[in-house]
């Protein structure tokens, strides 16, 4: 482990929103982009049924 | 139907009607009430298109007058567009919406407010139920007209003005619209209208008019 | 209907109709998904708590571990996508386009991430959010030309015809992608002026390495099991579509 | 069998259809916006990469950027009501057609300029602006559009029906634009050299005050001329 | 009854039509052409007046307006054809699609490119260009504009029918002009410079003749997709 | 007429017709010699449309194929399209040139070279004298169509494929345009047409293909 504290951790050297806003945006990004493709699939699903029916 | 009770009549004084330096009728006069079906006819390019298009006011005559009970369309102008509804030759229907968002907005225009229902029942009537939902683009010829054919079931307006109407319709279609003329007219309604096709209506009135004279 | 794939007499098309890739693609999605979201974890845990600090850029250079492999996918999923389109277009092959159309928003995301990610180490490495470096340009109009399929896609609304006509594109864009890298270049090499191009790696310490190899990896079962699901969702809308009109 | 509808609810109805025919594609909507990012972003590539040069043609750049991005879209304020015919339905309307025309332009200006102010900001901070820059960049942006729109709506119609639309429109109203230009750019030049662009953004706010109340009537008179 | 027309005159009287039809609405002509002179003249509008900015920008700013105005007539290409139903004709025709493509290319180029070959170097006098950037200015244009209409050529064929087409296109065919771009105002920038232009030049023909070969097949396999 | 007289053929093979998702026909048939009209019957939205468009080549068929005088048609291409007339709901005309310019140059796009007097002489016949020299934005609906449809006389193709050919025609046009056909199938021409009128025509072979069955 190479920190020493958490709040050394936090601010990165001074880094901490250039690199904290990286990785939140990317893995937010991400996030987001399956969340999206989860929603598009209920409401193909429900659709497939309602076809079913 | 309210609207179509009271007494109607459009009328026209000596129209004089010219498209770029050609003249194309002279001293045209007509007078139409309640229940009469106009049916003008002419070769192609006798004017008829024009004929309409200033009857309802999108052009100006050359010269003459045409009157809506009893007073000038120009000076009436919303007064008197609230009373018409015209089909020409351009469907007047966006491709990019559903066939039902056409109907809906095109009523809304004219100020008319229809329940999704009942203009669902209209287009399904007019064989239009699998197409509800797709874009207009994706309809044939003959099913486009239709959707702009259909706003004649949802509006109580007096005055209908119609361009070809039968244009790429198939027989069953022909047939809807023809009696939705007749019980238009039987209602106390007047249409002016052109076809090159052979047409017989059962109206209380039924006049010809022949441009090529 | 007749199945398009067995016309043309690839034996290996008729396994990749929409049909039997659809159970196919169901089975992979969570074993891609899994073992990407462990991957990344590790990948995250050797990037933020691991690896040492970097003797020029501080903490900064942290970064690298989502700007490298985000970098890298871009590019990559777009050869993906102009292969993908390509093979539609030569084999009339229905999987092909809708592989392709499925792999364009993936893409375009990277792209992106690529650009703000390298946007935030770019201001407090040089002081500014952005120049005009030949690679950050690239970048750019990578980007571009994704948006300009995704955007002819929308536009069109015969499947059929958005599918060709957008692999028709993908494809132009895939000859032009090396001129266009080439011609960035020499831009930039015309105009020394002030442009800072991003320095040499300077001996990247081997752990370092490691944590971006691995989080690239991560990334590519991400992409691999979002892409699968997207192709899912297109097969069934599609498929719905048909079954809709039939109903009449 | 039905009700009437108020002025007000056609009015939004139009509106409403619309946007909805953009969102439909969305493609549309975007359109616009990448076609600004797109295109201001040609320029560096065209004149290398100096920053301080950047710096000094950026108001200029992005401002006519912006002005051409709103000028593109003009072609289908109304082309497609008049190609398909519901152009002439809403000329017979029971409406007054400078609402109706009020109502198109006001759709034009959320789908094309406003989104501009949102964008022009990050393009911005590619050719380094500062934050003073930025803002007065996007203000002026705001009330700019919004009379690019309005003016845009007269050569709009006046080209109607006419083929090869596209250069036509440019050509009638680039002229017109050149007053919002010269105050809209010049609000944000104001800032780069320390002056207060207080002075540019009043001419400019005077600028749409005009075009609010001339535009809509020259834009119905020439409506009624393409019909005819 | 009547005798056969080789290849040749067929080829010949496509281009011949276009040219016509062209002509009939002059306006259309001059449209690309007048765009071009009002465009460049906004950034000097939207810039003060410092000529020293001005000379710098020039190349750019030159370049990238010739592109956007070259840009502009594209949706009017193909699109007249394909809604009067020509276009179906065309592929009826007994010619090889790649021949009439390329010829519709040539049409548009004569029409749109060429013209601005001619202007742009008097345009280039108000940003006080020297003679040999006006020279390499107007050379780099004989070639560019004609790899911008084969490539813009694409762009109109993919998006043949759909509506507000004109900032799709836009979107569309802008990446794909950039090369075509940074060696045609790279090579004005040389001179400005006091490099030689010839590298870039030479680029810039190496672009052309790819143009020419992939340009015209591509448009093809799109205008059969848009057709079917 | 040289290139009528000899035999020609148009057949179908288990043709399937798509449009977007929706099937329109399957397991299409038939076979057209010289002298055939092959009459195209339908609903609005049954695909006859489309299925002209696929026997001239323009859309793929998506499942069957079609044959001239025994070849595929995709593989002729070019050796195919020079045998075929194709006049669709689209009239094909620029509405920035003449009559006379738009008719010469659809002849001259399938490569026939036709002296001006002799296209003069055709579209006086249709009645077009006056128009010749306007541009045909200004002609009506129907002299628009008569222009696309000049073209029917001036050239010797073997195989015409009219979609709604009687649209916005007058009487007097219809019984021109009929007589042409009758007149070409005489000479051992193929005619596949569709309409939603109704049409007599006295030609060697006559026959019907309903699709919406
Ligand atoms: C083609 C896409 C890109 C690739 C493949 C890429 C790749 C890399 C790699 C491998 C590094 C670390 C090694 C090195 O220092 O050279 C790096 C560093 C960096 N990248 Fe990127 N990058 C790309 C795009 C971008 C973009 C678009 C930006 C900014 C908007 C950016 C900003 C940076 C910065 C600031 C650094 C650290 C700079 C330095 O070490 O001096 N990169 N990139
Ligand atoms: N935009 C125009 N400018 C000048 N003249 C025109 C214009 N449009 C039509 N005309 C001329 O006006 C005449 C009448 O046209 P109109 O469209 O009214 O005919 P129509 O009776 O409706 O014919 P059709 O039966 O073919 O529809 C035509 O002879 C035509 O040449
Ligand atoms: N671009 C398209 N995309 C998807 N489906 C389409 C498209 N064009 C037409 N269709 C569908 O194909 C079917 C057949 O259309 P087609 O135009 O061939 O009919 P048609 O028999 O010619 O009808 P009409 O008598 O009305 O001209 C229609 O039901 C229509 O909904
Ligand atoms: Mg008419
Ligand atoms: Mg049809």
Redesign the interface.
């Known amino acids: 482990m190479y920190w020493n504290s958490l709040s050394e951790f936090l601010a990165m050297g001074g880094y901490g929103f250039y690199v904290w806003g990286s990785f939140g945006l990317t893995f937010a990004v991400m996030t987001i982009e399956l969340w999206l493709l989860k929603k598009r699939q209920k409401r193909v699903m429900q659709l497939v049924k309602q076809e079913a029916i | 139907m309210g609207l179509l009770a009271s007494n109607r009549e459009l009328t026209a004084d000596n129209l004089v009607g010219v498209r770029g330096d050609r003249l194309l009728f002279e001293k045209l006069n007509f007078k139409c009430s309640n229940g009469t079906v106009l049916y003008l006819q002419g070769a192609n390019g006798t004017g008829k298109t024009t004929l309409l298009r200033t009857i309802c006011g999108l052009s100006k005559p050359h010269a003459g007058v045409i009157k809506w009970c009893g007073e000038n369309i120009n000076a009436l102008a919303e007064d008197f567009h609230q009373h018409v509804l015209y089909i020409g030759h351009l469907p007047g229907i966006k491709e990019d919406l559903t066939a039902l968002e056409n109907l809906q907005f095109s009523l809304a225009l004219s100020g008319s407010n229809v329940m999704e229902d009942k203009a669902t029942a209209v287009l399904k009537m007019l064989g239009l139920a699998h197409g509800l939902n797709l874009p207009t683009r994706m309809l044939s010829q003959g099913q486009k007209r239709r959707v702009a054919l259909a706003r004649l079931w949802l509006q109580d307006l007096p005055l209908w003005i119609l361009d070809e109407p039968f244009t790429a319709l198939d027989t069953s279609a022909t047939d809807l619209l023809k009696q939705k003329i007749e019980a238009f007219a039987h209602d106390g309604g007047i249409v002016v209208m052109t076809t090159h096709q052979e047409v017989t209506l059962h109206v209380p009135k039924f006049e010809q008019l022949r441009l090529d004279a | 209907?007749?199945n398009l794939a067995t016309?043309s007499g690839f034996n290996w098309l008729k396994y990749a109709s929409p049909k039997t890739f659809y159970p196919l693609a169901g089975k992979l999605i969570p074993w891609c998904a899994i073992s990407a979201a462990t991957l990344i974890a590790y990948g995250?845990y050797i990037g933020?708590?691991?690896?040492?600090?970097d003797f020029q850029q501080?903490?900064?250079y942290?970064?690298i571990?989502?700007?490298v492999p985000?970098a890298w996918f871009s590019m990559f999923l777009y050869l993906l996508m102009a292969l993908y389109a390509g093979m539609g277009?030569v084999f009339n092959a229905k999987l092909s386009y809708l592989m392709a159309t499925a792999i364009a928003?993936?893409g375009a995301?990277f792209t992106?991430?690529a650009l703000?990610?390298g946007s935030?180490?770019g201001?407090?490495m040089w002081g500014?959010?952005?120049?005009?470096?030949a690679r950050l340009?690239s970048e750019?109009?990578l980007l571009?030309?994704y948006?300009?399929y995704i955007?002819?896609q929308?536009?069109?609304?015969?499947?059929?015809?958005a599918d060709?006509?957008s692999a028709?594109?993908a494809?132009?864009?895939a000859?032009?992608v090396p001129?266009?890298f080439?011609?960035?270049k020499?831009?930039?090499t015309?105009?020394q002026?002030?442009?800072i191009s991003l320095t040499k790696a300077p001996a990247m310490a081997a752990i370092m390495l490691q944590g971006m190899l691995i989080m690239a990896i991560g990334f590519w079962l991400?992409s691999i099991a979002?892409i699968l699901?997207?192709v899912?969702?297109e097969i069934?809308?599609?498929?719905?579509?048909?079954?809709?009109?039939?109903?009449? | 069998m039905h009700k009437k509808l108020s002025t007000f609810s056609v009015l939004y109805k139009i509106l409403e259809r619309d946007i909805k025919v953009a969102w439909r594609r969305q493609s549309d909507v975007m359109a616009v916006f990448f076609f600004f990012i797109i295109a201001a972003s040609l320029f560096p590539l065209g004149s290398g990469a100096d920053p301080k040069l950047l710096n000094a043609m950026a108001p200029s750049v992005l401002w006519v950027t912006a002005l051409l991005s709103c000028m593109l879209s003009l072609s289908r304020m109304y082309a497609s009501d008049y190609a398909d015919g519901t152009l002439e339905q809403m000329m017979l309307s029971n409406q007054p057609t400078v609402l109706i025309v009020l109502m198109k332009i006001l759709a034009h200006w959320m789908l094309s300029g406003l989104p501009l102010v949102f964008v022009a900001p990050l393009i911005g901070l590619q050719f380094n602006l500062s934050g003073a820059q930025l803002q007065i960049l996007a203000l002026s942006l705001l009330m700019g559009t919004l009379a690019l729109s309005l003016i845009g709506s007269i050569g709009a119609t006046l080209t109607l029906g006419i083929r090869g639309t596209g250069v036509l429109i440019a050509i009638l109203v680039l002229p017109l634009y050149i007053p919002v230009l010269v105050f809209g750019a010049g609000a944000v030049n104001a800032v780069s050299i320390g002056v207060s662009p207080n002075g540019a953004l009043s001419l400019l706010g005077a600028v749409l005050a005009m075009a609010l109340v001339f535009a809509p009537l020259a834009s119905t008179a020439a409506l009624k001329i393409a019909l005819e």
Request: proline share 3%; net charge positive; charged share 20%.
């Open positions: 209907m007749k016309k995250l933020l708590l691991v690896a040492p600090t501080g903490e900064g942290r970064i571990f989502v700007h985000a277009l928003p993936t995301m992106l991430l703000v990610t935030l180490w201001k407090p500014a959010w952005w120049v005009w470096d340009t750019l109009i571009f030309l948006i300009g955007s002819l929308a536009a069109i609304d015969d499947k059929t015809r060709k006509a028709v594109l494809l132009v864009g000859i032009n001129i266009i080439f011609s960035v020499w831009w930039n015309l105009h002026g002030s442009s991400y979002v699901m997207r899912r969702c069934l809308e599609r498929d719905s579509k048909t079954a809709m009109f039939r109903q009449d």
